[in-house]
């Protein structure tokens, strides 16, 4: 694996390994250290704000042995137009890998193949890889495995979220359900993309009906802010809320990959009484992302 650019691009070895060393980084923090980034220097270029993906990596980095720096992308010359493709050539004479935030796919693509270094999707318009990953972990880590389980994600069906799992459920053995109004649900070109079993309904009682995990993110992504009143008018309706849960399965995990707005996407007591399982998928960002540059830096 040379770059993690996408969940589309793995294969499904890929990302077996990745899983089965999240569990060995996770058992073993604190316990024994591995320091494959000793020596390397890691850029984490973010052109949308974060607080998981950026502290995850940047501990994540440290405790592999390696050193990161930060660079909002507005404030260097790539917010006054330097190319991305010049960015990559002069970064990649300094720095050992980079991790980067921004809209396009397009543009991580481009770094990666200009750069040469390893490069890491850290959240962009199409995909978020890292979350997840770490969120299949999540689910393997609290009901055993994900083969055969079914997944139904709430809310804004072609979100960045929502994508990596359907290109997921390409890969892996698990139902996803999307429960989305026909406009934020993925169009037929993009499901025979990704393959897998697969189901898009308005009908979100039905998409929860004995699900094992009931998924949701924001219905504002970052980037979408002039859709805001429209998004809230018309994903209303696709919610977590206590009457969802009750058609799941009586054991089924509420994940939400944060930040979460109560009121919206998720009910507050919803919320809260899976706050336990919600953080731990918050943590596992860290784990499985010591995996991947782990990976990486092979
Ligand atoms: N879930 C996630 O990626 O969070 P941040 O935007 O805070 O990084
Ligand atoms: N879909 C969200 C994920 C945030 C982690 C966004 O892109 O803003």
Known sequence: MKH?????????????????????????????????????????????????????FEVGIRELGGESIYMNAADAQLGRGELIKDTARVLARMIHGAIIRTYAQRDIEEFAEFSGVP??????????????????????EKRGQIDNRIVTFVGDGISNTARSWLFAAGKLDFELRIASPKRYQPKPKLLKRAGGRVVCTEDLQSAARDADVLYTD????????????????????????????????PDALVMHCLPAHRGQEIDEKTF???????????????????????????
Request: aromatic share 6%; with cysteine; hydrophobic share 40%.
């Open 119 to 140: 490069t890491v999707n850290a959240l962009t318009d199409d995909e978020h890889p890292c979350q997840i990953l770490g969120d299949i972990f999540t689910v393997m």
């Open 4 to 56: 993690l650019l996408s969940i589309e691009q793995l294969t499904p070895g890929e990302i077996e390994t990745i899983l089965r060393r999240t569990a060995e980084f996770k058992t073993n923090r604190g316990k024994i250290s591995t320091r494959p980034l000793a020596g390397q220097t890691w850029a984490l270029i973010f052109s949308k704000p974060s607080t998981r993906t950026r502290v995850s």
């Open 272 to 298: 809260e009484a899976h706050a336990q399982s919600i953080f731990d998928q918050a943590e596992n960002r860290l784990h499985v992302q010591k995996a991947i540059l782990a990976e990486l830096a092979r």
């Open 218 to 249: 924001i219905w504002v992504s970052m980037g979408k802010e002039a859709e805001e009143a429209r998004r809230e008018a018309e994903l209303g309706p696709y919610w977590i809320n206590e009457s969802v849960v009750k058609l799941a399965k």
